[in-house]
Every structure is written in C-alpha cells, then in structure tokens.
C-alpha cells in the first residue's frame, strides 16, 4: 500500500513537472523538449534536475496561476452580479428616499460600497 502511494504520488509530481515545462512562455522549444527527453530516460534523476534548477519559478507561475484565476472569479462575481459602485448607492439612495433608509444607515452603506 505504502509502495502505491509512493508512485502515485511519483506520478503526480512528473505530471506536474511536465505541465509546468510546457506552460513556461518563456522556455525556448528546444529546452522543452531536452527537459521531457530528460524525464523520459532518467525520470528520478531529471525530475530533481527540474525541481533543483526551476522549482522556485514553478512555484511563482503557479502562484501566478493562482492570482488569475481568483482575480478572474472576482471579476465574474461583479458582473454577475450586475451592479457596480455607483449602482449600489444609487439604489441605497433610492431606500433612504423612499424611507427605507436613516440617514446614518446610508452613509454607513456608502461608506462600505466605496472601501470595496
């Protein structure tokens, strides 16, 4: 059992390695391919290679990654949403006229839109 986890998790770093070879913009083709001809003969050995000499730039695009697609979220979020800034204190002026609304309340509401 412990043998099998070991190799998935094998497995999952290789795939990981490679994923990272071909999403790096910056690497040439031709490093590419030394880099996957290097994890197909010596896997252990070019995976170290990989780790050692990129790891921290796998780690920063993934970061990177990350910051895109939590930004891109976000950004889904407020259109679906369908309203902006300006939108949301309009429609709280709209309640303190009709009542809804103290004075303080909005100013409160306000406040918080504009911090967002």
């Known amino acids: 059992m412990i043998s099998f986890v070991l190799y998935v998790s094998y497995l999952v770093v290789l795939f990981l390695i490679v994923k990272d070879i071909f999403a ?11 880099w996957v001809v290097a994890l197909l003969f010596l896997p ?28 891109d979220f976000e950004d889904y979020v407020r259109r679906a949403a369908g309203t902006n800034q300006a939108e949301q204190i309009a429609r709280a002026k709209t309640l303190m006229d009709d009542g809804a609304l103290t004075a303080e309340e909005f100013s409160e509401l306000k406040k918080r839109v504009l911090s967002q």
């Open 44 to 71: 252990v050995i070019g995976g170290l290679a990989y780790l050692i000499a990129h790891g921290q730039s796998m780690a920063l695009r993934q970061a990177a990654r990350g910051d895109v697609a939590r930004e």
């Open 24 to 34: 790096d913009s910056t690497r040439k083709g031709w490093s590419k391919a030394v």
